[in-house]
């Protein structure tokens, strides 16, 4: 995995010179048409709509299609931010048109898209050679009544990413099997370790962990219900899993455990950089933006642990639109990019961890090393933690905004807000978001 930090820096180029383009046309009147593909002499163009770093353009995958099926032209079209992108897609399922044949489908609108917009998408169910998903992936879009409303493409079991060199000055283990074996179990455990560090540490000011909202997410992330329960109620303010994980990721505010830096958010890409702070919490795919952030002047600094407890955080399905007038062509198509194949390349390009339980029997899944990380089993250690990942995974319509309001409330905390007094705000900013 020599070249994955430089594949993953022409990524990130890639997809925001994309998605800065796909804003610019949103605006423009001209993006009001419809936007599918279609067959003309021959040939058949299929579009997308997609998000991010997905994988499919970077790796080379949607040319090397193109170059397998020389009768069909893919146009895809990147949105660097997925908020800004689902906005958009939601405007143009009411109206009905500005659609494209294929759009990506982030895992926290899952639930919203098979609730309210089943009619618009195309159902995969059935559909020769899409029975390799591990089986939680495909029930996230799938309907009540069994339609598929989309294919997998990665997941996001979660380890713990950390400064090897902090955890040294800070008289603690750096093994990772040691240093996993230090909060093996708990996730309290984990924050007792921060006890430890922020005792230990000399020098200069260096947190335990970037935030309480990483915490709180990757607690929530581990249990089949967190937002909703099974018949779609709201059990967000009464669910003991959630409350947990508050109390927990208060806790690591209120004693300064953190610092105070969201991930994703202005000031945390610095804080890789600079190294203002020791662990953060990590999915698979947050490695390759760890690892651009951080720069090469922290490689080999970093290192990567298991979590105490299975749990997934992020992933994404591809949909066909049902209207689309090349649907069997782009299901076809979105196959093609699921398969354990092209997910295995995925992963051995920039780290995105396969639905398939296929994939993830892959030699080059299952043997990988990141350089970066200290040469770090990532392979053995992800795919082990998607197996811990429990079977049933309820979503529920707004969990992605319901996550955010979260992440906001803890960053009150982190600020000196009393834990109860953000609590009331963040239960009051989320009844009037979701209704």
């Known amino acids: 995995m020599g070249t994955y930090g430089s594949l993953r820096r022409k990524a990130v180029a890639t997809a925001a010179a994309a998605g800065a383009l796909a804003l610019v046309v949103g ?10 593909g279609g067959k003309k002499d021959g040939k058949v163009t299929i579009t997308m709509g997609l998000y991010g770093v997905m994988g499919l353009k970077e790796t080379g995958l949607l040319e090397q299609y193109e170059k397998e099926n020389p009768e069909v032209d893919i146009k895809a079209e990147i949105a660097g931010d997925e908020q800004t992108y689902y906005t958009a897609l939601q405007t143009r399922l009411a ?3 500005g659609l494209k044949d294929i759009q990506g489908i982030e895992i926290g609108r899952a639930k919203e898209i098979t ?3 089943a009619d618009k998408f195309a ?3 059935g559909m020769a050679g899409t029975d390799h998903f591990l089986p939680w992936k495909e029930s996230q879009i799938s309907t009540a009544d069994g339609k598929v409303l989309g294919l997998g493409t990665d997941i996001g079991p979660m380890a713990v990413c950390y400064r090897k060199d902090y955890f040294e000055q800070a008289g603690l283990p750096t093994d990772r099997e040691e240093v996993g074996k230090l909060w093996e179990g708990d996730w309290k455990k984990y924050v007792e370790v921060g006890r430890t560090f922020k005792k ?6 260096v947190a335990f962990t970037d935030s309480a909202s990483g915490l709180f997410n990757a607690m929530v992330y581990g249990y089949p219900e967190q937002y909703y329960d099974e018949k779609g109620e709201l059990i967000y303010d009464k669910n003991p899993a959630v409350k947990e994980a508050w109390g927990l990721a208060s806790d690591a505010a209120e004693e300064g455990l953190t610092a105070k830096l969201r991930q994703f958010q202005p000031g945390w890409d610095p804080g890789l950089a600079n190294g203002t702070f020791a662990t953060a919490v990590c999915p698979a795919w947050m490695l390759s933006h760890i690892s651009e952030k951080a720069g090469a002047a922290n490689k080999g600094k970093w290192d990567v642990a298991r979590a105490p407890k299975g749990a997934n955080w992020g992933g994404s399905f591809l949909g066909v639109v049902e209207k689309s007038p090349v649907k069997e062509e782009a299901k076809k198509l979105v196959a093609w990019l699921t398969a354990p194949e092209q997910q295995a390349h995925i992963f051995k390009e920039i780290g995105n961890i396969p639905s398939s339980e296929k994939a993830l029997e892959n030699a080059d899944v299952k043997d990988a090393k990141s350089e970066y990380f200290d040469n770090a089993p990532i392979g053995q250690i992800f795919g082990a933690a998607a197996q811990e990942i429990p ?3 309820v979503l529920g319509r707004k969990d992605g905004t319901i996550k955010d309001t979260f992440s906001q409330g803890l960053a009150l905390v982190e600020q000196g807000t009393s834990r109860d007094e953000a609590w009331k705000t963040t239960t009051e900013r989320i009844e009037k978001a979701v209704g």
């Open 95 to 97: 109206a009905g048109n």
């Open 27 to 36: 605006c423009s009147s001209s993006d009001d048409s419809v936007t599918g």
């Open 391 to 393: 079977d049933k995974q």
């Open 115 to 117: 609730e309210t917009q």
């Open 123 to 125: 159902d995969f169910a």
């Open 200 to 205: 230990n540490f000399k020098g200069d000011k």
